[in-house]
């Protein structure tokens, strides 16, 4: 059992007004149910335990829900992010006051469940990929305040992350291309306009978009409602070029293809499903109250 600490990147300022905005929510009006039945100076040992089979992510942000309401609470974790829980397993404990932790349960829980639920969900998608060389990626379908974390959870599922904003790199989709014209002049104007630090990639719906991408050059061609067959097809042009683009598709990918787009030799998947339509996991915090005066 090891004391967890409270100095991890993933809590920065931004991230501590996220979850004061959530602890308004829950408690602006207070909680009466606790000042009715708790006295003060009660203490009690809270512990979070796995109720299925899950990944988890998010334990840093259930401590720190728990020592925002109480500096004083313990926190001591058996399990971190990224670990493997089964149902039953332990995975932290919380010490305190026992006002603070009844308080803190639903926001705590609400953080770990939702971050440990994307994680849990990355990881079906990694494992389907079956220890090839595909990567699978996250997209910007997240949740709006919460996209450090979730995608730091896709990254405890064992995923990669693509842009975190608008700021992270060129990427054409078919909305820009209705503004600039073509795939042609859209590529030209983005390789002379921003800084060559900067990754070009651009979004094609079909084989013929694709064409003008390869003989105008790109660093990564993203294959948009592709079947398998067009797919492969993509595949064999993009080996002719040089120097070649990574190959990253998107739009209907299922669980059940990932195993195909690996054998195809596709370098990236992204998937909009794992952050916004990855379920909640079932964790659950047992409070045992000292009842001794």
Do not use: C
């Not at 926190?75 to 829980?85: H, S």
């Not at 998608?125 to 979730?150: C, H, M, W």
């Not at 909640?280 to 109250?289: Q, T």
Request: glycine share 8%; aromatic share 4%; charged share 25%.
């Amino acid at each position: 059992m090891l004391p967890w600490m409270l100095d991890s990147p993933l809590i920065t300022p931004a991230i501590m007004q996220l979850i004061d905005l959530a602890l308004e929510e829950d408690l602006g009006r207070g909680d009466v149910t606790t000042q009715a039945l708790v006295p003060p100076g009660r203490t009690a040992v809270a512990h979070l335990v796995a109720r299925q089979r899950l990944i988890l992510a998010g334990l840093n942000l259930a401590a720190a829900v728990f020592r925002r309401l109480d500096a004083g609470i313990v926190v001591e974790t058996a399990m971190d992010d990224g670990d493997e829980a089964q149902p039953g397993a332990h995975v932290a404990t919380y010490k305190g006051p026992a006002a603070a932790l009844l308080a803190g349960e639903r926001t705590a829980l609400n953080f770990v469940q939702r971050l440990s639920g994307i994680a849990t969900e990355t990881r079906r998608y990694v494992r389907a990929a079956q220890d090839s060389a595909l990567r699978i990626t996250d997209t910007r379908k997240t949740t709006p305040g919460f996209r450090n974390l979730e995608k730091y959870a896709v990254r405890m599922g064992g995923g990669t992350n693509h842009r975190l904003d608008l700021g992270g790199g060129v990427l054409i989709k078919d909305n820009h291309l209705a503004v600039a014209g073509s795939v042609r002049l859209a590529i030209r104007q983005a390789k002379e306009r921003v800084p060559h630090s900067l990754k070009v990639e651009i979004e094609v719906d079909n084989l013929a978009q694709l064409d003008e991408a390869l003989t105008e050059g790109v660093d990564i061609v993203l294959l948009d409602n592709f079947s398998n067959e067009d797919i492969e097809k993509a595949l064999a042009k993009v080996r002719q070029a040089h120097p070649r683009p990574l190959v990253e598709v998107s739009g209907g990918v299922t669980l059940a293809r990932i195993p195909d787009l690996a054998r195809m030799g596709v370098d990236l998947v992204s998937v909009g499903a794992l952050t916004h339509s990855a379920p909640a996991v079932d964790l659950a915090l047992y409070i045992e109250i000292d009842l001794r005066p």
